[in-house]
């Protein structure tokens, strides 16, 4: 029975998830010769649940060799990432500003998909989850997508919004998990470290 377990993400958000859930965790941050950017590449036609699974499941195999490698006490490990999908395109973090006027202009009077993969490895088990909501936001004006895009809330957000923002004013609908929006459901995350041995 584990006392805690390690966090596998830079994410402040997930920090804050673990917490209300009031999960003991460690942080398992990769080094910096570790390429973490490379395994978010998306494959050519891959479909955004697939590929949201498969970039989780690449992250929890980076964690586990990080945690043997390091020779840190065993306790189970969590995954987790986050990807923005209108049909069958892929938004992921934007580059920039103008990348994520272009991302923000396309979401804009529209419904897309938000799909939340996490996975734990406990010992030799491993165990994981999706979880798929839907956000619609109303029309935006030009002038408010730059207004948002300038307070840098978008920078670093799958999709290039934060639901827990600023970006609240411009949602008219969720359908689904608002923690797994956030960037991990918390629901399937407290499954899943029970199955994995966790006091929750």
Known sequence: MSEFIYLASQSPRRRQLLEQLGIRHELLLPDDAEDS?????????????????????????????RLERRGLPPAPVLC??????LGRA???KPADAADAGRMLRELAGATHRV????????????LAALSDSRVTFAAMTPAQVRAYVATGEPMGKAGAYAVQGVAAAHITRINGSYTGIMGLPLHETALLLRQAGLRT
């Open 115 to 126: 799909l939340t993969a996490v996975a734990v490895q406990a010992g030799r088990k491993r």
């Open 90 to 92: 892929i938004y992921g």
């Open 80 to 85: 987790s990432d986050t990807t923005v999908a």
């Open 37 to 65: 950017e490379a395994l978010e590449e998306v494959h050519p036609g891959e479909a955004p649940a697939a590929y949201v699974r498969r970039v989780t499941g690449l992250k929890l195999d980076a964690a586990v060799a």
